[in-house]
T-cell receptor, first 117, second 113 residues
Framework: KAGVTQTPRYLIKTRGQQVTLSCSPI?????VSWYQQTPGQGLQFLFE???????NKGNFPGRFSGRQFSNSRSEMNVSTLELGDSALYLC????????????????FGAGSRLTVL | DAKTTQPTSMDCAEGRAANLPCNHS???????VYWYRQIHSQGPQYIIH???NNETNEMASLIITEDRKSSTLILPHATLRDTAVYYC??????????????FGKGTKLSVKP
């Protein structure tokens, strides 16, 4: 069973540019979450999508956006890049996202490492 | 979600059991305890989770105290490949977003030969 696939794995951009990162979840998983990891702030939640709808959003500026397609694949976009956006961006997928009992296990991808110069 | 407290770092000798503690004194009845680990520069990896009872899988064991205010992750025979940052996370199964996990700073486990 294929895992969570993130592309590209590495990329370098300059300040002011924009970037789009892609995430393909595990087959059958309908929920996709995005996280940013930096040495100073650790792992921070960006947003979560389920059935093409954003279900929750972390405390990030509007420059950070995302979307989910009908096949559950997701993309996130960062516009007007700043030096502080240099980070490892992680995508995670899970099967359940609804109200009710039961645990919800996230499977993470290897991440996309963004360097902003 | 309840806050968790973990030691910043721990050492363990290769082949010995690694016991990683986590305090979650404000945990509520509908919150699970999850453990993830992150090996350097990789995505976090799910290890195990539990609600009330002790749990065991092929990777580890999870011991939850009777009052559920603390837990211990046990790696029975640590290897060098178990060197990683281990995160203890408490998350409820009630509504809304389930993909929002709050990762603290975790415990950096160093397994030494």
């Amino acid at each position: 069973k294929a895992g969570v696939t993130q592309t590209p794995r590495y990329l370098i951009k300059t300040r002011g540019q924009q970037v789009t990162l892609s995430c393909s979840p595990i087959s059958g998983h309908r929920s996709v979450s995005w996280y940013q990891q930096t040495p100073g702030q650790g792992l921070q939640f960006l947003f979560e999508y389920f059935s093409e709808t954003q279900r929750n959003k972390g405390n990030f500026p509007g420059r950070f956006s995302g979307r989910q397609f009908s096949n559950s694949r997701s993309e996130m976009n960062v516009s007007t890049l700043e030096l502080g956006d240099s980070a490892l961006y992680l995508c995670a997928s899970s099967f359940r996202v609804t109200i009710g009992s039961g645990a919800n296990v996230l499977t993470f991808g290897a991440g996309s490492r963004l360097t902003v110069l | 979600d309840a806050k968790t407290t973990q030691p910043t770092s721990m050492d363990c000798a290769e082949g010995r059991a690694a016991n990683l503690p986590c305090n979650h004194s404000t945990i509520s009845g509908n919150e699970y305890v999850y453990w993830y680990r992150q090996i350097h520069s990789q995505g976090p990896q799910y290890i195990i989770h539990g609600l009330k009872n002790n749990e065991t899988n092929e990777m580890a064991s999870l011991i939850i105290t009777e009052d559920r205010k603390s837990s211990t992750l046990i790696l029975p025979h640590a290897t060098l490949r178990d060197t990683a940052v281990y995160y203890c996370i408490v998350r409820g199964f009630y509504g809304g977003s389930q993909g929002n996990l709050i990762f603290g700073k975790g415990t950096k486990l160093s397994v030494k030969p």
